[in-house]
T-cell receptor, first 112, second 109 residues
């Protein structure tokens, strides 16, 4: 079964450092999403791509977060500088029209 | 603004019980509704997808229903097992996927 690949699985970084996460969606899925999930809460959308274009980044803290999907395939989410409040699970998902969303295993970020 | 609510927030039951998890949403203009399972520290696993034109979907011991007009969905788990212990999330799809806060289920032997 096709999967959404994410790396790393876990990341510990010091406050003010830069950190990056990678996502490879299911082949052929034009839409890619990055979600952030704080412990005990549901995931919240950070950014949505359609191919290489950003469709929605209204909830992305643009002063420190950036996301790109240069060739419309894999994507990178970056945080610089990281803050303690950024500690969370970062989830990537992809979808194909009305066939639902498929999520990756996520990256657990701890900022110390 | 679409809001999704899940009740109860937590549930602890003995093995073998039949369970109902509830999900409600405020705007009935949705494309579909999806139920996910999340184990601690893990990503989301899709359980069932109900298109807006459908009333229910079934997979094994799981059955999900959708009533768009009343803004409600239920996830029914038959004959619960300890392996069903996880957090269950419902999410509605409009131009984006909006999640509830989940129901944390514990099934004890």
């Amino acid at each position: 079964e096709a999967e959404v690949a994410q790396s790393p699985r876990y990341k510990i970084t010091e406050k003010s450092q830069a950190v990056a996460f990678w996502c490879d969606p299911i082949s052929g899925h034009a839409t890619l999403y990055w979600y952030r999930q704080i412990l005990g809460q549901g995931p919240e959308l950070l950014v949505q791509f359609q191919d290489e274009s950003v469709v929605d980044d209204s909830q992305l803290p643009k002063d420190r977060f950036s996301a790109e999907r240069l060739k419309g395939v894999d994507s990178t989410l970056k945080i610089q500088p990281a803050e303690l409040g950024d500690s969370a699970m970062y989830l990537c998902a992809s979808s194909l029209q009305d066939y639902g969303y498929t999520f990756g295993s996520g990256t657990r970020l701890t900022v110390v | 603004k679409q809001e999704v609510t899940q009740i109860p927030a937590a549930l602890s039951v003995p093995e073998g019980e039949n369970l109902v998890l509830n999900c409600s949403f405020t705007d009935s203009a949705i494309y579909n509704l999806q139920w996910f399972r999340q184990d601690p520290g893990k990503g989301l696993t899709s359980l069932l997808l109900i298109q807006s034109s459908q009333r229910e979907q079934t997979s094994g011991r799981l059955n999900a229903s959708l009533d768009k007009s009343s803004g409600r969905s239920t996830l029914y788990i038959a004959a619960s097992q300890p392996g069903d212990s996880a957090t269950y999330l419902c999410a509605v799809s409009t131009d984006k996927l909006i999640f509830g806060t989940g129901t944390r289920l514990q099934v004890f032997p």
